[in-house]
Structures are given as C-alpha cells and as structure tokens.
C-alpha cells in the first residue's frame, strides 16, 4: 500500500526532471533543436522525449518550429516577466548581505541612485562593528563622494559626468573629498578598469568604504553594494567576497555575465 502511494509522485518527478532536461537543452542553443540532438544530449529515449515535447508545446513552454525541431516557447517569457516584476532588489539582496556581514562584521550597505545622490535602501550591521553609522536607511550622499556613487557615475557618458560637475559644483565634506572633475574623471577612470569603486574618507572622516555594482538582467547597473569599516580596520581580503556577493544578486536578478548595458 505504501509502495501504491509513493510510485505516483516519483513518476511526477522524473517527468518534471525530464522537462527541465529538456528544456536546458533547447536554452543553451540559439536556433531551433532537432528531436534527434535534444534525444543525444538531454539522455532521453526519442520516444520520451518527443511525448514530453509534444506536452509542453501544447502548454506554449516550447514552439514546434517545422516536424522534429523545437525552440523554447513565449510562455516562458511570459512568466518570466512576472517574477521579473516581483522582485525587488532589496529582495534578492537581503540573505546575501546578512551573510556578508556576518563573515566581515563590517556594515554592509545597499543604495540604489536617484537624481544625483544614493539612498541607502538597506544595511546589515551590527553595534559592535565599532563604526558610529550616521546614514540610516533612506539616508542619502552625494554621488562623487560615495563609493557607489562613484559606480554609477563611472557608467555615465562624459558629457552626463561635466553637467553633475556643474549642477553640484563637486562640494566637498573634508579634506579628502574629491572637488575637481579632472580628478573625478581619473577617478571613474580607475573605477570602470577595476569593476569596484572605493571611498577613502572622502564623505566622512575615519571610515572607508568599497563597492561594488548589482545588475539587472538587461545588464544595466541598477543597484551598488558596499562594505564600510573604520578606516584603519578596511581588510583588501573582503574585495573578492564583496564583488561576488554582488554578482550572486545579480545573477537572482537575471544577470549574465556578458550581458550589455
């Protein structure tokens, strides 16, 4: 009797198993699948997998191009634009700051850009990172003296990077702030050939920070994520965890690598 109630859904399983086979197979060519590729590379039966074809063309999950070659279908477009729309950065972001955090025991921070300023959007930290925060969520800094500031004017043309010069006249909050375009630009510079930004005390005295970008799955950057620490505590070391916690969220978002802006 247990068997009987069991072989049911194990059978559920290896169809959907065979399905997503499938269908990985069809995503990772460009043009139309022969019946008789998809049956060599997918393991299946040409009889299985052309019952299971058959299926899911009804279902609009794949197109029947000509007798014996397919495509992925527009239903999987379809549906991917509704998870799309409901997710949200913050969403994809929240797990994977945590655990940032949690193996830096640094602030870890998500802003996102509007107009000419960040807003912090989201923070991980903790009282005993021995940094006093000042910039609470929804907290804002200027874009020439923020690490992820920096990221998203460094995707600016050069013409778009003059006229922020000239709106926000580059003020400075101390000695280290970055006021003159020609050393803006060096800046960016420096950015778009590294893939991370950096801000070495220049928007507030004693805490450094680095950033790196999320993107979406059209490839534009959408989102900056960033470590801040006391100065004197900013370890080179949480680079590469930083820059591939950020790549994580963007892939959940739908980012390739490669993918353009």
Same mark, same amino acid.
């Given at each position: 009797?247990?068997?009987?109630? !069991?072989?049911?859904?194990?059978?559920? #399983?290896?169809? #959907?198993?065979?399905?997503?086979?499938? @269908?990985?197979?069809?995503?990772?060519?460009?043009?139309?699948?022969?019946?008789?590729?998809?049956?060599?590379?997918?393991?299946?039966?040409?009889?299985? %997998?052309?019952?299971?074809?058959?299926?899911?063309?009804?279902?609009?999950?794949?197109?029947? *191009?000509?007798?014996?070659?397919?495509? @992925?279908?527009?239903?999987?477009?379809? +549906?991917?634009?509704?998870?799309?729309?409901?997710?949200?950065?913050?969403? %994809?972001?929240?797990?994977?700051?945590?655990?940032? &955090?949690? $193996?830096?025991?640094?602030?870890?921070?998500?802003? *996102?850009?509007?107009?000419?300023? #960040?807003?912090?959007?989201?923070?991980?930290?903790?009282?005993?990172?021995?940094?006093? *925060?000042?910039?609470?969520?929804?907290?804002?800094?200027?874009?020439? /003296?923020?690490?992820?500031?920096?990221?998203?004017?460094?995707?600016?043309?050069?013409? %778009?990077?003059?006229?922020?010069?000239?709106?926000?006249?580059?003020?400075?909050?101390? $000695?280290?702030?970055?006021?003159?375009? =020609?050393?803006?630009?060096?800046? /960016?510079?420096?950015?778009?050939?590294?893939?991370? =930004?950096?801000?070495?005390?220049? !928007?507030?005295?004693?805490?450094?920070?680095? =950033?790196?970008?999320?993107?979406?799955?059209?490839?534009?950057? *959408? =989102?900056?994520?960033?470590?801040?620490?006391?100065?004197?505590?900013?370890?080179?070391?949480?680079?590469?965890?930083?820059?591939?916690?950020?790549?994580?969220?963007?892939?959940? +978002?739908? &980012?390739?690598?490669?993918?353009?802006?």
């Amino acid at each position: 009797m247990k068997m009987e109630t !069991l072989e049911p859904a194990k059978t559920s #399983i290896q169809v #959907i198993e065979r399905m997503v086979a499938l @269908l990985d197979v069809l995503a990772s060519y460009s043009d139309p699948v022969s019946l008789k590729e998809l049956s060599k590379v997918s393991g299946l039966h040409p009889s299985t %997998a052309h019952r299971i074809l058959n299926d899911m063309v009804v279902t609009r999950f794949v197109d029947r *191009v000509e007798p014996g070659t397919y495509r @992925l279908g527009m239903r999987l477009l379809e +549906l991917g634009n509704v998870v799309k729309s409901r997710l949200s950065v913050r969403e %994809a972001a929240v797990d994977l700051m945590r655990a940032l &955090h949690n $193996k830096t025991r640094q602030t870890v921070n998500l802003s *996102v850009r509007q107009g000419d300023e #960040i807003v912090y959007i989201d923070r991980a930290f903790s009282e005993r990172s021995g940094m006093q *925060v000042v910039r609470a969520i929804g907290g804002r800094g200027p874009l020439h /003296l923020t690490s992820t500031g920096k990221l998203f004017l460094s995707v600016d043309e050069a013409k %778009a990077i003059r006229a922020y010069a000239t709106r926000t006249g580059l003020a400075g909050h101390n $000695k280290n702030s970055i006021t003159d375009l =020609a050393r803006l630009e060096r800046e /960016l510079a420096l950015v778009r050939s590294r893939g991370y =930004a950096r801000d070495n005390e220049e !928007l507030e005295l004693g805490v450094r920070c680095m =950033a790196a970008g999320i993107h979406d799955d059209s490839g534009k950057l *959408v =989102a900056g994520l960033s470590i801040s620490a006391p100065a004197d505590r900013l370890q080179e070391e949480w680079l590469e965890d930083l820059v591939n916690t950020a790549a994580q969220i963007s892939a959940t +978002l739908g &980012h390739r690598v490669g993918a353009g802006v």
